[in-house]
């Protein structure tokens, strides 16, 4: 599946991991490659799903973690998101790296407020993350702040020339 997988060649790969449980079927690590498949054809309800599967058996995998939350924003359910950072946050603070994605799952839930109060902290504390600038640029536009909004939109695009987005919002 992985080779398949590596070349985007997704249903294959799906075909091959469900092969996989066939023959190896306590080999929860295919739930996370068949979430990861998922995601990749943009079916977010069949990766959440496995990947909920493959988080019973491994609750502390962070790179499953994040990918679920990640998923959760993809499909517009940024609650599903806060609560996966939030418990990520909980386990282990000091090694938590999501700050930026889990501030614009705030914003995308609609809390400005504490999107914006999580964006700030970031880009204090973290002044190369250019996604935090660019999530609190949008999260200012929203708010109608022009001002701080051009700031943080060319701030995000001097770290990071390829944000396509910053220019048109420019």
């Known amino acids: 599946g992985n080779i398949y997988q590596e070349h985007s060649m997704y249903e294959d790969a799906l075909a091959a991991y469900n092969k996989s ?3 190896a079927p306590d080999y929860k ?3 996370f490659n ?3 498949v998922y995601s990749s054809l943009e079916n977010y309800s069949k990766s959440i799903e496995n990947y909920k599967k493959f988080l019973e058996s491994y609750p502390n995998h962070l790179q499953a973690r994040k990918n679920l939350a990640l998923t959760y924003i993809n499909a517009n359910l940024p609650q599903g998101a806060i609560s996966e950072y939030e418990y990520m946050l909980n386990k282990d603070a000091d090694k938590f790296t999501e700050w930026a994605n889990y501030g614009r799952a705030y914003f995308l839930s609609g809390n400005n407020k ?3 109060e999580i964006l700030k902290s970031t880009c204090e504390k973290q002044p190369e993350n250019a996604l935090a600038h660019l999530y609190l640029a949008q999260v200012y536009r929203e708010l109608g702040e022009k001002q701080n909004s051009v ?3 060319k701030k995000a695009l001097m770290l990071d020339p390829r944000f396509n987005q910053a220019k048109l919002d420019l």
């Open 21 to 23: 449980f066939e023959l």
């Open 29 to 31: 690590f295919n739930y």
């Open 34 to 36: 068949l979430a990861i």
């Open 114 to 116: 504490k999107a914006l």
């Open 151 to 153: 700031t943080y939109y």
